[in-house]
């Protein structure tokens, strides 16, 4: 079975950093992305980052040059690096796994408030 643990929430001051894991274990064939993706009180979720098999990496605008997405494809974890956090980016952080199926973590909160 499946499953997609994440870690590394908490409260941050603005200014701070935070650093999320996501864990994934059993077997997931194929797997085409890994990603992080957010969901703030009264809002839709909404993608924060993603990195494809290849490599490649997608951020949503308002997080560009302040997040870095990262993947262990041995240690099978995707990490988010966090910087220069703003109160705008509180939110629930979920991980997902996108293969021929499509995996949710329970999400993690991350509060960023002074």
């Known amino acids: 079975q499946v499953q997609l643990v994440e870690s590394g929430g908490g409260l941050m001051q603005p200014g701070g950093s935070l650093r999320l894991s996501c864990a994934v274990s059993?077997?997931?064939?194929?797997?085409?992305?890994m990603g992080w993706y957010r969901q703030a009180p009264g809002k839709q979720r909404e993608l924060v980052a993603v990195i494809t098999s290849g490599g490649t990496t997608t951020y949503a605008d308002s997080v560009k040059g302040r997040f870095t997405i990262s993947r262990d494809a041995i240690k099978n974890t995707v990490n988010l690096q966090m910087n220069s956090l703003k109160p705008e980016d509180t939110a629930v952080y979920y991980c997902n796994v996108r293969s021929i199926a499509n995996y949710w973590g329970q999400g993690t909160q991350v509060t960023v408030s002074s």
């Open positions: 059993g077997s997931i064939f194929r797997i085409a992305s």
